[in-house]
Protein backbone atom coordinates (compact mmCIF):
# COMPACT_ATOMS: atom_id res chain seq x y z
CA UNK A 1 0.00 0.00 0.00
CA UNK A 2 0.84 3.58 -0.59
CA UNK A 3 0.53 6.14 1.98
CA UNK A 4 -0.60 9.79 0.73
CA UNK A 5 0.52 12.69 2.72
CA UNK A 6 -0.90 15.74 2.74
CA UNK A 7 1.79 18.77 1.33
CA UNK A 8 2.82 21.10 3.32
CA UNK A 9 1.37 24.69 3.77
CA UNK A 10 4.47 26.11 1.90
CA UNK A 11 4.09 23.70 -1.35
CA UNK A 12 0.21 24.58 -1.76
CA UNK A 13 1.14 28.05 -1.98
CA UNK A 14 3.72 27.15 -4.40
CA UNK A 15 1.22 25.51 -5.94
CA UNK A 16 -1.14 28.11 -6.07
CA UNK A 17 1.80 30.73 -7.63
CA UNK A 18 2.25 28.19 -10.38
CA UNK A 19 -1.04 28.18 -10.79
CA UNK A 20 -1.89 31.22 -10.97
CA UNK A 21 1.21 31.99 -13.53
CA UNK A 22 -0.74 29.42 -15.74
CA UNK A 23 -3.85 31.25 -15.27
CA UNK A 24 -2.40 34.49 -15.90
CA UNK A 25 -0.33 33.24 -19.47
CA UNK A 26 -3.59 31.78 -20.72
CA UNK A 27 -5.67 35.13 -19.80
CA UNK A 28 -3.04 37.54 -20.82
CA UNK A 29 -2.79 35.40 -24.98
CA UNK A 30 -7.03 34.63 -25.17
CA UNK A 31 -7.72 38.69 -24.09
CA UNK A 32 -6.47 39.85 -27.46
CA UNK A 33 -8.33 37.16 -29.36
CA UNK A 34 -11.37 38.17 -27.70
CA UNK A 35 -10.71 41.89 -28.57
CA UNK A 36 -10.21 41.02 -32.20
CA UNK A 37 -13.45 38.92 -32.01
CA UNK A 38 -15.50 40.83 -29.87
CA UNK A 39 -14.36 44.23 -32.50
CA UNK A 40 -15.77 41.92 -35.97
CA UNK A 41 -18.73 40.76 -34.30
CA UNK A 42 -19.46 44.24 -32.91
CA UNK A 43 -18.90 46.12 -35.58
CA UNK A 44 -21.47 44.14 -37.84
CA UNK A 45 -23.81 44.70 -35.04
CA UNK A 46 -27.08 45.76 -35.60
CA UNK A 47 -30.09 47.18 -33.90
CA UNK A 48 -32.34 44.14 -35.21
CA UNK A 49 -29.37 41.89 -34.29
CA UNK A 50 -29.37 39.29 -31.41
CA UNK A 51 -27.55 40.40 -28.02
CA UNK A 52 -26.47 36.65 -27.76
CA UNK A 53 -23.01 36.64 -29.10
CA UNK A 54 -21.85 40.25 -28.26
CA UNK A 55 -22.83 39.48 -24.88
CA UNK A 56 -21.01 36.05 -24.51
CA UNK A 57 -17.90 37.95 -25.88
CA UNK A 58 -18.22 40.60 -23.54
CA UNK A 59 -18.77 37.92 -20.58
CA UNK A 60 -15.30 35.94 -21.97
CA UNK A 61 -13.81 39.04 -22.14
CA UNK A 62 -14.69 39.82 -18.56
CA UNK A 63 -13.41 36.57 -17.64
CA UNK A 64 -10.40 36.80 -19.51
CA UNK A 65 -9.52 40.67 -17.17
CA UNK A 66 -10.99 38.94 -13.77
CA UNK A 67 -8.21 36.09 -15.00
CA UNK A 68 -5.39 38.32 -15.11
CA UNK A 69 -6.39 40.32 -11.99
CA UNK A 70 -6.64 36.96 -9.98
CA UNK A 71 -2.93 36.03 -11.19
CA UNK A 72 -1.06 39.04 -10.99
CA UNK A 73 -3.10 39.46 -7.25
CA UNK A 74 -2.45 35.73 -5.93
CA UNK A 75 0.88 35.93 -7.44
CA UNK A 76 2.40 38.75 -5.74
CA UNK A 77 0.91 37.95 -2.37
CA UNK A 78 2.66 34.21 -2.42
CA UNK A 79 6.21 35.41 -4.16
CA UNK A 80 8.03 35.13 -1.03
CA UNK A 81 7.15 31.41 -0.66
CA UNK A 82 10.32 30.21 -1.10
CA UNK A 83 13.42 30.97 -3.49
CA UNK A 84 11.91 29.67 -6.55
CA UNK A 85 8.95 31.42 -7.00
CA UNK A 86 11.17 35.06 -6.05
CA UNK A 87 13.12 34.14 -9.12
CA UNK A 88 10.10 33.75 -11.02
CA UNK A 89 8.64 37.08 -9.47
CA UNK A 90 11.51 38.72 -10.06
CA UNK A 91 12.19 37.79 -13.67
CA UNK A 92 8.87 38.34 -14.17
CA UNK A 93 9.06 42.09 -12.78
CA UNK A 94 11.86 42.79 -14.55
CA UNK A 95 10.45 41.82 -17.79
CA UNK A 96 7.54 44.01 -17.59
CA UNK A 97 9.80 46.94 -16.55
CA UNK A 98 11.76 46.48 -19.42
CA UNK A 99 8.60 46.34 -21.77
CA UNK A 100 7.21 49.29 -20.17
CA UNK A 101 10.45 51.22 -20.83
CA UNK A 102 10.58 49.76 -24.56
CA UNK A 103 6.95 50.49 -25.46
CA UNK A 104 6.69 53.66 -24.10
CA UNK A 105 9.95 54.54 -25.88
CA UNK A 106 9.18 52.68 -29.21
CA UNK A 107 5.42 52.43 -29.34
CA UNK A 108 4.93 55.47 -31.54
CA UNK A 109 7.70 54.21 -34.19
CA UNK A 110 5.26 50.82 -34.14
CA UNK A 111 2.13 52.68 -34.48
CA UNK A 112 3.80 54.61 -37.01
CA UNK A 113 5.07 51.70 -39.46
CA UNK A 114 1.42 49.67 -38.63
CA UNK A 115 -1.33 52.41 -38.64
CA UNK A 116 0.30 55.05 -40.76
CA UNK A 117 -0.16 57.95 -38.09
CA UNK A 118 2.92 59.88 -38.34
CA UNK A 119 3.23 62.68 -36.00
CA UNK A 120 6.33 63.80 -37.24
CA UNK A 121 5.41 64.71 -40.67
CA UNK A 122 2.09 66.13 -38.67
CA UNK A 123 4.27 68.66 -36.62
CA UNK A 124 6.33 69.42 -39.70
CA UNK A 125 2.82 70.85 -41.59
CA UNK A 126 2.12 72.62 -38.50
CA UNK A 127 5.60 74.36 -37.97
CA UNK A 128 5.37 75.19 -41.69
CA UNK A 129 1.51 76.64 -41.97
CA UNK A 130 2.96 78.90 -38.84
CA UNK A 131 5.56 79.96 -40.88
CA UNK A 132 3.34 81.59 -43.07
CA UNK A 133 1.52 83.35 -40.69
CA UNK A 134 -1.54 81.26 -40.68
CA UNK A 135 -3.67 80.89 -37.35
CA UNK A 136 -3.43 77.60 -36.80
CA UNK A 137 -3.63 77.22 -32.90
CA UNK A 138 -1.71 75.18 -30.91
CA UNK A 139 -0.65 71.85 -32.00
CA UNK A 140 -2.94 68.99 -30.96
CA UNK A 141 -1.00 65.24 -32.30
CA UNK A 142 -3.59 62.81 -33.53
CA UNK A 143 -5.73 61.82 -31.19
CA UNK A 144 -4.94 57.79 -32.45
CA UNK A 145 -1.06 58.31 -31.76
CA UNK A 146 -1.65 58.61 -27.83
CA UNK A 147 -4.59 56.00 -27.79
CA UNK A 148 -2.25 53.15 -29.47
CA UNK A 149 0.20 53.82 -26.99
CA UNK A 150 -2.08 53.83 -23.94
CA UNK A 151 -4.80 51.41 -24.81
CA UNK A 152 -1.94 48.40 -24.94
CA UNK A 153 0.55 49.89 -22.89
CA UNK A 154 -1.21 47.13 -20.17
CA UNK A 155 -1.56 44.36 -22.02
CA UNK A 156 2.05 44.59 -23.58
CA UNK A 157 3.62 45.30 -19.44
CA UNK A 158 0.98 42.10 -18.26
CA UNK A 159 2.34 39.62 -21.51
CA UNK A 160 5.65 40.67 -20.80
CA UNK A 161 5.56 39.87 -16.85
CA UNK A 162 3.60 36.49 -17.82
CA UNK A 163 6.09 35.49 -20.75
CA UNK A 164 9.26 36.39 -18.17
CA UNK A 165 7.40 34.01 -15.52
CA UNK A 166 7.13 31.25 -17.75
CA UNK A 167 10.62 31.50 -19.22
CA UNK A 168 12.01 30.94 -15.98
CA UNK A 169 10.23 28.98 -14.58
CA UNK A 170 10.48 26.51 -18.08
CA UNK A 171 14.67 27.32 -17.66
CA UNK A 172 14.55 26.51 -13.88
CA UNK A 173 17.59 27.19 -11.68
CA UNK A 174 17.74 30.75 -9.74
Known amino acids: MTETSQ ?4 QRNVDRFMRAANIGSVAVV ?10 MF ?7 DALLMPGLMMLALLIAVLCETYAVFAMFFRRNVDEFTQAV ?12 IVWLLLGIWVEAAFLGVDV ?32 FSVHVILLAFFAGCQIKRLKGGF
Open 89 to 100: WHSGTTWAFFAA
Open 120 to 151: SSALEAHEAAQAQGLDVGEFDPPKQADSVIER
Open 7 to 10: PSKR
Open 30 to 39: ILPVGLALAD
Open 42 to 48: LMDFNEG
